[in-house]
């Protein structure tokens, strides 16, 4: 081989991997994502206690946030109604009220359905555990009456369940000791709670003006967002971040209005069958199941369990009439109203579904559960973008293609 040709392999090989700028930097982040990791691994409790003392601190103006996607959602329809009114009937005074009035009557109607939700709950659930108290005494006596009944049955097989006797003077005994041992750390632990719900109360009404203030100000807040991201990325991919944004804000706002839309359906569905069936608890029961109904597949079978529960304390053969009208009313649900009102703004397939919210409950429970099937949706979108790009001009067979 020549000197010329071997120098010449030499260069092309030295070309492979440039040692520029941005390979330095890449290599620069690998080490430095490294190191964190590590750190991460080796002091967990320091770095969940830190993120913990952050979203403490930020738990306002998240929770603002919240609140704000919440309230724009009825702000959008009611300023698209606004703007219907014909521009020769338009002052400079109408155009400007736009925003205030439309934010006033949407937050109203936004607070105003919890407050009526709550209002229906609470006397409903205060009626339910005084009844619930005034007949334990009965339920009591049917309990030892279906033990009793039990082991007349067992001692017929020559099987005998050892008595079980409780001494009502030294369960007070314990009792009165309990609460003189414990006595300051139940003061302490009751002063802890009432700071909680004063701070909770506080944090609340913070958000509350915070989701008030980016909705009266949104267009500004998202104009110098956009300004930022232009200035410190380059123009593609700040485009693509905003695409993004725009993406994961539109999959959230048909996910809530769908799964918003259908929990009232459910809800009115089972209180008029509730109703007819002659079921006790029909209202409280019926705005459960609705409430639950925002949890996609749990959520029936959580307010499924709690209202059979209650109607068994009254008529166990009414609470079994329950179940079955729940499962009719859950086939119905799954095939005809989830398909025409959820279905189509998430678009997700079942077992995605099933997925994204199995593993969004184990790691953060009921929020979890609630924003796992958008969080999931916004990237089987980002999938199917992805691969369809990367199949563009490509020759794969016809069964793919659909």
């Excluded at 750390?185 to 009432?194: G, L």
């Excluded at 998202?222 to 410190?232: C, E, N, P, T, V």
């Excluded at 109607?311 to 799954?334: C, N, R, S, T, Y």
């Amino acid at each position: 081989m020549k000197k010329e040709d071997f120098n010449e392999n030499k260069n092309t090989e030295e070309e492979k991997i440039p040692l520029n700028r941005r390979t330095m930097k890449f290599v620069l982040t690998i080490v430095t994502f490294t190191l964190l990791l590590s750190w991460v691994l080796n002091h967990t409790s320091s770095f969940t206690g830190v993120i913990g003392n952050i979203l403490s601190l930020l738990s306002p103006f998240l929770l603002g946030a919240c609140i704000a996607f919440i309230i724009n959602t009825v702000l959008k329809p009611l300023e698209k109604l606004w703007e219907k009114v014909p521009e020769k009937k338009r002052t400079k005074l109408f155009s400007k009220a736009k925003r205030p009035v439309c934010l006033t009557f949407s937050t109203l109607i936004v607070f105003g359905v919890v407050f009526l939700i709550l209002f229906m709950i609470i006397p409903q659930l205060v009626e339910t555990v005084a009844s619930f108290a005034n007949q334990l005494p009965q339920y009591i006596k049917n309990l030892e009456g279906l033990l009793d009944k039990l082991m007349k049955t067992l001692e017929n097989y020559n099987i005998v369940l050892p008595s079980l006797e409780l001494d009502w003077s030294k369960a007070g005994e314990l009792l009165n000791n309990f609460l003189n041992n414990y006595a300051d750390s139940f003061i302490n632990k009751t002063v802890d709670i009432t700071t909680s719900i004063v701070t909770v109360i506080v944090n609340f009404v913070i958000a509350v003006f915070f989701s008030l203030y980016v909705l009266a100000q949104k267009e500004k807040i998202g104009k110098h967002l956009r300004k930022l991201l232009y200035a410190i990325r380059p123009k593609k991919k700040a485009e693509r971040i905003i695409g993004f944004s725009k993406l994961t804000s539109d999959t959230f706002t048909k996910f809530v209005t769908g799964q918003l839309l259908e929990a009232v359906i459910i809800g009115v569905l089972c209180l008029i069958g509730m109703l007819i069936l002659q079921m006790p608890y029909a209202t409280i029961i019926s705005v459960l199941i609705g409430f639950t109904a925002l949890i996609p597949v749990f959520g029936a079978l959580f307010g499924t369990v709690i209202g059979a529960f209650l109607i068994l304390l009254v008529d166990p053969m009414k609470a079994l009439w329950f179940v079955i009208f729940i499962v009719v009313l859950q086939q119905i649900e799954g095939n005809l109203i989830y398909p025409k009102v959820v279905g189509k703004s998430v678009g997700l397939p079942g077992i995605l579904v099933l997925v994204s919210v199995t593993i969004g409950g184990s790691a953060a429970g009921i929020a979890g559960m609630l924003f796992s099937v958008p969080v999931c949706t916004v990237l089987y979108c980002v999938y199917k973008e992805f691969v369809a790009k990367r199949l563009k001009g490509k020759e794969i067979p016809e069964d793919l293609k659909t």
